[in-house]
C-alpha cells in the first residue's frame, strides 16, 4: 500500500500593514485651527461617511470630541497630517501631530496618521466633516486585505487528476 504525504498548504498570511475585516468602529479627523471634520467609519463595510464638524473652541471643543467618542466607542481614530504636494511638512503638520497625540492621551486609543495632502480638494465643497470623511476612506483603502486564492495543487500533494483507467482505488 503506497502512503502518500499530504502537505497541507496555507496561504500566507497578509502583511501586517493590512488590516482583516472586523467590525471595529473608527472615527476620523480633519484638524482645523477653527473647526474639526469628523467622520464615522465601520472596519466591516470599509466604508466613511461625514458625521459631524466642531467649531467649538478649547474645552468645549473636547468636550464635544469626548461625547462623539462615548456615543460611538471608536476601537481607532484616524487623524490627518497635511502635507505639500512634494510630501515635506505643511504649516499645520505638527499642530496635526500634536492633536494625535492629545487623542491618543485623552482617549487611551490607538490613533493613526494619514497623509491628507488632498483631502479638502477632493471633499465635498470643502466641507470639514466631507474632508474627514476622505481621510477614514484612505486609511480604509490602504488596509485592503487582498483576496488570495487557493493554491493549486502539486503533484504528490492531494488532489493530484486521476489517470485514465484509473478507479481511484490504491491498490498495487
Known amino acids: ?3 502518500a504525504a499530504l502537505a497541507v498548504r496555507r496561504p500566507a498570511a497578509p502583511p501586517p500593514s493590512l488590516a482583516p475585516l472586523t467590525d471595529e468602529i473608527l472615527l476620523g479627523f480633519d484638524f482645523g485651527t477653527r473647526r474639526i471634520g469628523v467622520a464615522l467609519g465601520n472596519g466591516i463595510t470599509r466604508q466613511a461617511r ?3 464638524v466642531i467649531d467649538e473652541a ?3 471643543r ?3 470630541i469626548a461625547a462623539l467618542v462615548a456615543a460611538w466607542q471608536p476601537a481607532r481614530l484616524v487623524v490627518g497630517l497635511p502635507r505639500q504636494p512634494d510630501g515635506a511638512p505643511h504649516a499645520l503638520t505638527a499642530r496635526c501631530e500634536r492633536f494625535a497625540r492629545q487623542l491618543e492621551g485623552r482617549y487611551r ?3 493613526a496618521r494619514v497623509d491628507e495632502r488632498y483631502s479638502s480638494a477632493v471633499a465635498d465643497g470643502g466641507r470639514d466633516d466631507e474632508a474627514a470623511a476622505v481621510i477614514l476612506q484612505q486609511w480604509f483603502d490602504e488596509r485592503v486585505t487582498p483576496l488570495v486564492p487557493s493554491p493549486s ?3 504528490g500533494e492531494g ?3 486521476a489517470s485514465p483507467g484509473d478507479d481511484g ?3 498495487d
Open 1 to 3: 500500500m503506497r502512503e
Open 50 to 52: 461625514p458625521l459631524a
Open 58 to 60: 478649547g474645552d468645549a
Open 62 to 64: 473636547w468636550r464635544r
Open 109 to 111: 486609543l490607538p490613533v
Open 153 to 155: 495543487p502539486v503533484a
Open 159 to 161: 488532489n493530484v487528476e
Open 169 to 171: 482505488d490504491e491498490h
